[in-house]
């Protein structure tokens, strides 16, 4: 059973496409494939002092619930709390049942 109030963040699944601008140039512009609800957390280093030396991005785990319609991939980028995030992993859990798709990002 999915509990539905773990998904409490807000998130947008965003891909950039150049579009002209009048002038022989392009613009890149985004356009919003889905906007849903997350559970997302914060993943910790295992090794504080070893991340605290290499300035490691911020990485997080995000769950979304599964749709037909909707299948996340590492070609869209995450629009959360007002910054871009690249998607490095996609995971569906629980196969068989199709619940939620895990995603790994991490900050741009």
Known sequence: MINFGKYDQK??????????????GTTPTASTALTT????????????????????????????????????????????RSKYYKITGVQLLDERQHKEYVITMVGI
């Open 11 to 24: 998130v947008a699944f965003v891909s950039f496409q150049n579009l002209g601008d009048g002038a022989g």
């Open 37 to 80: 609800f997350a559970s997302v957390t914060q993943t910790r280093a295992s090794n504080a002092i070893e991340s605290s030396d290499l300035v490691l991005p911020n990485t997080y785990r995000v769950g979304i619930q599964y749709r037909n319609s909707f299948t996340p991939s590492e070609s869209y980028q995450i629009l959360y």
